[in-house]
């Protein structure tokens, strides 16, 4: 009879040191083939092109302190004093001086409101985006405006003298918080089985998105007035307000039908097996799934709002990006690198607030992650 042998396993051995770790990581994702390690060689030959040099005059050679006379001397690295000195005019614009607490309070308040509604584990969230959508914009022009609904509870402060950062994020904020809902509304417009509502829909998506940004822009500040009554004004910020949420509108909806669409039929038929009715089978089923799968899209659409409110200033909004170019065109400053510092720093501004949205909507999607992502 044979004799029973016992055999020991041997230990797991560990994978080869050029499939993980930093080479690891080199291998799989810079040096995988022929062409990802040419195309590797070739950004790695245009950064060291790039990069020095452009550390060199924003930071390293830059002038940091003195006036328009210390850039003068040193022409070819960036004037930061320019900067400084004109930041209270770069995000007030052409506010008054004494009134500009008013701003500020408003800045805080949105700054408050949007920490709470984005940091999970504070309670009351429910209310305080109530607050933020219904409350805050009343209480935002009553403070920016100093009046509301003909009642003056401060001076009155032009939108002609508003200008700067603080315009811009009037304009972004507006367009996005109307822009969903409406997206929303024309999307399921567009799918509706009414043949009125569906051609009505149809043709305000078709039409806005059309239409260029810069004559929604020129429509709205030009023409508008001459189809009102006589004696009948309409804000000219409130009027780039209303084009601009619109016409970003228009480009939520196929966002959201995108998305919709995403959406297989058996979670409309399981729904309506259950007898749901239309409006609580789109709240609780269907468009929950389907602004989840829409995210990147949506926050895309957002960040091209946010970088498309320079445009107003071709009809005398002055945004930051003006308010820039008029600190510009300021003889004081007339230094050769005063106006590459200038749209640097709102390169950099704009770069850090839609940097910031993008990473946000990173943080949502893995958070709402359920195992369908490729």
Known sequence: ??????????????????????????????????????????????????????????????????????????????????????????????YEETERWRVDVAAIMLAVGLVWLLIERLPYRQFVGLFMLLVYPLIAWALLYGSVFGIDFFPIVQTSLWGGFSLTLVIALTGIVISLPLGIVFALGRQSKMPIIRTICISFIEFWRGVPLITVLFMASVMLPLFLPEGVTFDQLLRALLGVALFSSAYMAEVVRGGLQAIPKGQTEGAQSLGLGYWLMMRKIILPQALKTVIPGIVNTFIGLFKDTTLVLIISLFDLLGVVQAAIADPNWSVKSVPYTGYVFVALVFWVCCFGMSQYSRYVERKLHTGHKR
């Open 1 to 94: 009879m044979a004799e029973n042998k016992t055999f020991t396993p041997l230990p797991d051995l560990p994978p080869p040191a050029s499939t993980v770790g930093f080479v690891g990581w080199l291998r799989s994702n810079l040096f995988s083939s022929p062409a990802n390690t040419i195309m590797t060689v070739l950004a790695a030959v245009f950064a060291l092109w790039l990069i020095p040099p452009t550390l060199d005059w924003t930071l390293f050679s830059a002038v940091y302190s003195g006036g328009s006379e210390a850039c003068a001397a040193n022409p070819d690295a960036a004037c930061w004093p320019f900067i400084t000195k004109r930041l209270p005019q770069f995000f007030y614009g052409f």
